[in-house]
């Protein structure tokens, strides 16, 4: 019984951060319920200050809690922006994870589909980017900004961006940094680039929209960290100019 009043009030305490007035129960129930759903994710792996990471299959030890388990090509729209105002130090802990993952991992890069058994690179793009200036621009600290750029920096520019591939980059992902837009196929014409997973596809729109919005995010974090090497052209460019090109020069140079 103890236990089950210990659980309650931590819920009723943690649900409680935020008040809904001038609707009916049910609507209440539906507001309540959906924001004890955002608590599912993501969930913290440390005990005594020990965690086991997928990422590199070691034991560590660290007094920072190690969070996994978050989709984020689905939670960086709502959840991530929901927690850096009513849990923003488990935001700042969270963002922290990331950059232990992308650390542990072979390839340096931010994860895009962090799960208990490691990063399974599913989904399209690498929203990760906007977790990390989303939170920093509402004050959420705990994290190494300059960690996290250059991690979301190399994700976005040194792995492929194919959809549900974990791959370094190849042909597609370069026709993308070359001409500003990941191509097509014609119609009838079969796939050939080995990037590009059978099943998923190249998602031509779908990524070079998400990567042009996440180049962006990287922008907003580089001009915090006062990296100025064509930033204001990143920002200026003129729409017939391949966007690369100009995103280039100032990755390059930060």
């Known amino acids: 019984n103890n236990q089950l009043t210990s659980a309650q009030n931590i819920w009723n305490e943690t649900l409680g951060k935020i008040e809904v007035y001038g609707i009916d129960e049910n609507a209440k129930t539906i507001f309540y319920t959906s924001l004890y759903r955002t608590y599912e994710r993501m969930v913290c792996l440390t005990e005594g200050n020990r965690y086991y990471s997928a990422f590199d299959g070691e034991v560590h030890t660290d007094t920072i809690p190690f969070y996994t388990d978050d989709w984020i090509w689905d939670t960086y729209r709502a959840v991530h922006p929901l927690r850096t105002i009513i849990e923003p130090k488990a935001e700042g802990n969270m963002i922290n994870s990331f950059i232990r993952m992308a650390g542990q991992m072979e390839n340096h890069w931010m994860p895009t589909f962090p799960e208990v058994t490691g990063d399974s690179r599913r989904m399209n793009s690498n929203h990760g980017v906007a977790t990390v200036i989303d939170a920093y621009n509402k004050g959420v600290r705990g994290f190494d900004l300059s960690k996290a750029y250059e991690i979301c920096k190399a994700g976005?520019?040194?792995?492929?961006?194919?959809?549900?591939?974990?791959?370094?980059?190849?042909?597609?992902?370069?026709?993308?940094?070359?001409?500003?837009?990941?191509?097509?196929?014609?119609?009838?014409?079969?796939e050939t680039a080995s990037e590009v997973h059978p099943f998923e596809k190249r998602q031509p729109v779908a990524v070079t929209l998400g990567t042009a919005y996440d180049e962006w995010c990287l922008a907003q974090i580089a001009q915090e960290l006062g990296y100025k090497g064509g930033l204001s052209?990143?920002?200026?460019?003129?729409?017939e100019l391949p966007k690369l090109i100009q995103f280039q020069d100032w990755v390059l140079s930060s």
């Open 156 to 190: 976005i520019t040194e792995k492929s961006l194919a959809p549900w591939s974990g791959m370094p980059k190849g042909e597609v992902t370069q026709f993308y940094w070359n001409h500003g837009y990941l191509p097509a196929l014609s119609e009838g014409e079969k």
């Open 233 to 239: 052209v990143f920002h200026e460019r003129k729409p």
